[in-house]
């Protein structure tokens, strides 16, 4: 077994992984609603996260609370209409966060080369065919 280097206490705590956004359903959020800048109807972001209209009006306000989203209410067509969008604030805390997932899969894919040769990596990184 590995051992790691004298000064390396905290190496895989990874502080960057926003709790807030760590969570399934959010991080399903934030991803849709990064993928389309402009925001998107609440049925629409109920549908691409496979959520309840309780489940997502939940998360939302959290991710509201923490300024990450952005939410207005307005009318159409005689309906209401809830419309969502990451917030500048939200769009960073997102990008920091995949940026720290990102070293996770790196770190994971090193330390099982290193301690158990190139074949148990497959999966954890793209292959270059």
């Given amino acids: 077994m590995a051992t790691e280097p004298r000064g ?11 709790r807030v956004i760590h969570e399934r359903a959010r991080l399903s959020v934030l991803t849709s609603l990064v993928s389309n800048p402009k925001g998107l109807i609440f049925n629409d972001l109920k549908q691409l996260c496979s959520l309840t209209d309780g489940n997502l009006s939940r998360h939302l306000s959290v991710l509201e609370a923490e300024n990450m989203v952005e939410i207005t209410k307005g009318v159409e067509h005689n309906r209401p209409q809830t419309f969502c969008r990451i917030t500048r604030e939200g769009r960073e805390r997102f990008l920091e966060y995949l940026s720290t997932l990102e070293q996770v899969v790196k770190d994971a894919a090193r330390v099982s080369k290193d301690e158990h040769g190139a074949g148990l990596t497959r999966g954890l990184l793209p292959s270059k065919a």
């Fill in 8 to 18: 390396s206490e905290g190496r895989f705590a990874y502080e960057g992984l926003d």
